[in-house]
């Protein structure tokens, strides 16, 4: 049973960076897509960063130019570097991966304050 354990989150004033890091549990994973979504309450879980196996990766408007998601296929690790975090960041984050069978972690508390 594939497991996501998620590290990185807390608490960070606007404008600061945090590093969100995702690791999955066994060897030999061929990982074929890594995502990180997030929630704020009140809201719908929305996709954040997508990373694919080649190394492609996608962002949303809102992040574009911030964010930065990275996978290390080795520790079958995924990354996402936050920077010039804002108030409206504020989110459980969680991340995702496809094996092709989907795996996600517990959610991860990141809060921006003002």
């Known amino acids: 049973q594939v497991q996501l354990v998620e590290s990185g989150g807390g608490l960070v004033q606007a404008g600061g960076s945090l590093r969100l890091s995702c690791a999955a549990s066994?060897?030999?994973?061929?990982?074929?897509?890594m995502r990180w979504y997030r929630q704020s309450p009140g809201k719908q879980r929305e996709l954040v960063a997508t990373?694919?196996?080649?190394?492609?990766?996608n962002y949303a408007d809102s992040v574009k130019g911030r964010f930065t998601i990275s996978r290390d296929n080795v520790k079958n690790t995924m990354y996402l570097q936050m920077n010039s975090l804002k108030p409206e960041d504020t989110a459980v984050y969680y991340c995702?991966?496809?094996?092709?069978?989907?795996?996600w972690g517990q959610g991860i508390q990141v809060t921006v304050s003002s």
């Open positions: 990373i694919i196996s080649g190394g492609t990766t």
């Open positions: 995702r991966m496809t094996l092709p069978d989907d795996h």
């Open positions: 066994g060897s030999g994973l061929s990982i074929r897509v």
